[in-house]
């Protein structure tokens, strides 16, 4: 319904109003026309409704309109304004910027207008049109957000990239028509929560962006931890619920740059070492932790070459097993070590979770196999019943491709099922104790014994004990380090040895290094099996062999 705030109509506009409401018949976009000499504005129905107007027919338009102009363009849109009218020949206005509807949401426009001159060359007449900028395919087509950044501009700030966690599931789970509708529930929810002066932009993906000028990092903490909470609850799809958090990476302007570029690249760095980091967590950006990421993205594309090179720079360390009782050497727990194209050794902490992230450790763990293989079939010549344990990643058991091939490697060197361990880490054991299980007794059948490994620096080391299928548990040196000083960690590795044989399992003490913790451990504990520094350091094949196979 049209507004009348009974405001009459001046000759120039009078002339033009029948074809001015004829286009505002056909157009989707908003139309204004205004005369500059009686400073009389003549808008189109749609932009009285959308932004609450006064009516179709204003004096002074500015004065309803720059209050509804968002802060930050507020200055931009003046001064593009009386540029334009101060000109004395014919020019053109063009402007993006944000304006709050009836609702009191900012949304994009694209306003685009031009100055006519009458016969003596002065301004009298200023026509164009506005248009919603999701209208002209120029904001992002899931969530109607920006999906591009203005320039961030004052005397400082934050910039806060948000990148939700593990949103590959939800369309593997579902498919990408349900991921578009998480995009968008998630855009709201944190549109919900932030001051609503401040505008979510929409990046590529499933990031999003918000510029928030003259921020403090207890600033930035607050929205952050608002943003965690209101993504902390379950949404609802189609009768299924779903959590989806989100990661974050700040960086404060200027301190860390003043183009928007390095800016972006930045707070992505950021937001990229906070999903690293354990994910639903927010990193504010600084120069050392960059660093360090940049080293880390150079490190995995070096990663790369070597596996696709035949895991070249890779190598096999033996750590030393021996048995409890009397010290003879029963088997070595291979180690992966790595050298950098520059011959660095680069500690295993540094180059595993690269290995894991990008799923190499799927091939790398196939090499580290079939070396192994090849390697104990050699030490069986020194000691005929030698086994090597070999860590297996969580990746690796989903890999439904790694039996078969540690089978056919089995088969290929002639080496019996017992000549291998399969070690893995309890910290990467998952809930799906089914599946786990399922693989396990696969490789159990053939003859393969499994371990579980770090028993102890989990949360759930009694539930892995009760739901995972294994033959041997190996105790963290977590356990054993203040054995002989503490009456408490003694009787627990007791007790988890007991009850350990209870069941069949059999223990192998980890991280023994002192004559009188292998004694205590051997004597009271009753363990089966001891690898520490005590017996031996990881060693090279060739060391490991003049140390412990030909003295």
């Known amino acids: 319904m049209r507004k009348n705030n009974r405001i009459p109509l001046s000759p120039c506009l009078r002339r033009f109003r029948f074809y001015f409401d004829l286009l505002g018949k056909t157009a989707k976009d908003y139309l204004f026309f205004t005369d500059l000499q009686e400073n009389l504005v003549m808008v189109s129905p749609n932009l009285v409704n959308d932004f609450d107007l006064p009516g179709e027919i204003m004096h002074d338009f500015d004065q309803y309109w720059v209050p509804l102009v968002h802060p930050e363009e507020r200055g931009e849109y003046q001064s593009s304004i009386s540029k334009v009218l101060a000109s004395q020949v014919p020019c053109e206005h063009s402007l993006e910027y944000r304006v709050k509807n009836r609702k009191g949401e900012y949304i994009w426009i694209c306003c685009r207008g031009r100055v006519g001159l009458d016969r003596d060359g002065n301004p009298y007449m200023f026509v164009g049109t506005m248009s919603r900028m999701a209208q002209r395919n120029q904001a992002d087509e899931v969530t109607g957000l920006l ?32 991921g578009d509708i998480v995009l968008k529930r998630v855009a709201d929810v944190i549109g919900n929560v932030i001051p609503p002066e401040l505008t979510l932009f929409k990046l590529d993906g499933d990031e999003y962006a918000l510029i928030y000028p003259n921020a403090k990092t ?22 299924h619920q779903y959590f989806c958090t989100a990661s974050c990476g700040t960086v404060f302007y200027p301190e860390a740059g003043k183009d928007y570029l390095v800016l972006h690249k930045h707070a992505e760095a950021a937001m990229d070492i906070a999903k690293r980091e354990g994910k639903n967590r927010n990193t504010i950006f600084s120069k050392e932790q960059y660093n360090r990421w940049v080293r880390s993205i150079s490190m995995r594309d070096s990663i790369w070459e070597s596996v696709e090179n035949g895991c070249v720079g890779f190598s096999l360390f033996f750590q030393p097993q021996v048995s409890a009782v009397d010290q003879r ?15 660095r050794m680069v500690a295993p902490m540094e180059f595993i979770p690269i290995l894991e992230e990008t799923k190499l ?32 990643s969580y990746e690796q058991i989903k890999d439904l491709s790694f039996k078969n091939f540690v089978e056919d490697c089995l088969e290929r060197y002639d080496m019996p099922p017992d000549s291998i361990v399969l070690e893995l880490t309890e910290s990467k054991i998952v809930a799906d104790w089914s599946f786990i299980n399922k693989q396990f007794d696969s490789f159990r059948h053939l003859g393969i014994a499994v371990a579980m490994d770090d028993f102890g620096t989990g949360y759930s080391s009694l539930a892995s004990l009760k739901n995972l299928s294994c033959d041997i548990v190996k105790i963290d040196r977590e356990f054993v380090k203040k054995i002989l000083e503490n009456d408490f960690d003694r009787r627990l590795v007791q007790y988890v040895v007991d009850l350990c044989h209870s069941i069949g399992i059999s223990c192998c003490i980890e991280g023994v290094e002192e004559e009188a913790e292998y004694e205590l451990l051997t004597k009271e504990c009753k363990a089966d099996s001891i690898q520490g520094y005590l017996f031996g350091h990881p060693e090279s094949v060739t060391d490991f062999e003049e140390k412990f196979l030909q003295g």
């Not at 450790?361 to 070999?390: L, N, Q, Y």
Request: hydrophobic fraction near 45%; aromatic fraction near 10%.
């Open 361 to 392: 450790i799927i091939p790398v763990g196939k090499w580290i196999a079939e070396e192994a293989i090849k390697v104990c079939k050699r030490w069986r010549r020194f000691v005929p019943d030698f086994r090597v344990s070999i860590n297996m």
């Open 218 to 239: 207890e600033d930035v903490a607050e929205i952050f931890a608002s943003v965690q909470s209101a993504l902390s609850r379950p949404q609802d799809i189609d009768g």
């Open 147 to 178: 999906n591009k950044y203005h320039r961030a501009t004052g005397e400082g700030g934050a910039i806060m990239v948000f990148g939700l966690d593990n949103f590959k599931i939800v369309n593997e789970t579902y498919n990408r028509m349900t």
């Open 329 to 343: 050497l029963i088997g070595a727990e291979a180690l992966l070590r790595w050298k950098n194209p520059k011959g």
